[in-house]
């Protein structure tokens, strides 16, 4: 079985420009999880989704970020206009259930802001 | 405020020994509690949990321990071998909110 996807894996961009990233998570996961983890630390919740509801965004910097799960499964997260400060692994995570339940994770994509 | 700290952010392990990594945690409230490792250029892949009314959790060659008087958590792992070499990162989280993640303590498994 595939584990979480998650699309592009690299992205370099320079500063004031929008970005995208893209995340599958395991097939029937209903619970979809945006992390951003900077270099050395561990990863810090963006956003959690149930099926197609955001039910915690409250660490999502909203002025220039947004995500969207439309049909409940796949989910993208946006920047505009990106900062230096946005440089980072973005990771996307599924689980089953609504916490507490086991999430997996995808393998990030690294984003570097000029 | 909130936060889960390890106590050391480098630990060098001769192969074949046992790795102890420890983590302190701030909420005594924190109920759920999780061991992950992360590969570099990997997401972080979930390895143990426990819950607040254990105090300690056995799986293949990994256990965890749970000191809630002291608020202490503990990864041990059995026999440590070159494929072990990650970043361990302690998380908690109380009831069904956001997990809290620390910074993590990167394992050297020396030949």
């Known amino acids: 079985e595939a584990g979480v996807v998650q699309s592009p894996r690299y992205k370099i961009i320079e500063k004031k420009q929008p970005v995208a990233f893209w995340c599958n998570p395991i097939?029937?996961?209903?619970?979809l999880y945006w992390y951003r983890q900077n270099l050395g630390q561990g990863p810090e919740l963006l956003i959690r989704y149930e099926n197609e509801e955001a039910v915690d965004d409250s660490q999502l910097p909203k002025d220039r970020f947004s995500a969207e799960r439309l049909k409940g499964v796949d989910s993208t997260l946006k920047i505009q206009p990106a900062e230096l400060g946005d440089s980072a692994v973005y990771l996307c995570?599924?689980?089953?259930?609504?916490?507490?339940?086991?999430?997996?994770f995808g393998p990030g994509t690294r984003l570097t802001v000029l | 405020g909130e936060s889960v700290g390890l106590h050391l952010p480098t630990l060098s392990v001769q192969e074949g020994d046992n790795s102890i990594i420890n983590c302190a945690y701030s909420?005594?409230?924190?109920?759920?509690f999780i061991w992950y490792k992360q590969e570099s250029g990997k997401g972080p892949q979930f390895i143990i949990d426990i819950r607040s009314n254990m105090d300690k959790r056995q799986g293949q060659r990994v256990t965890v321990l749970l000191n809630k008087t002291v608020k202490h958590l503990s990864l041990q792992i059995a026999a440590t071998q070159p494929g072990d070499s990650a970043v361990y990162f302690c998380a908690e989280t109380i009831g069904d909110d956001k997990i809290i993640f620390g910074k993590g303590t990167r394992l050297h498994i020396l030949p």
């Open positions: 909420n005594s409230a924190s109920d759920y």
């Open positions: 995570a599924s689980s089953l259930h609504s916490p507490p339940d086991t999430q997996y």
């Open positions: 097939s029937g996961h209903n619970t």
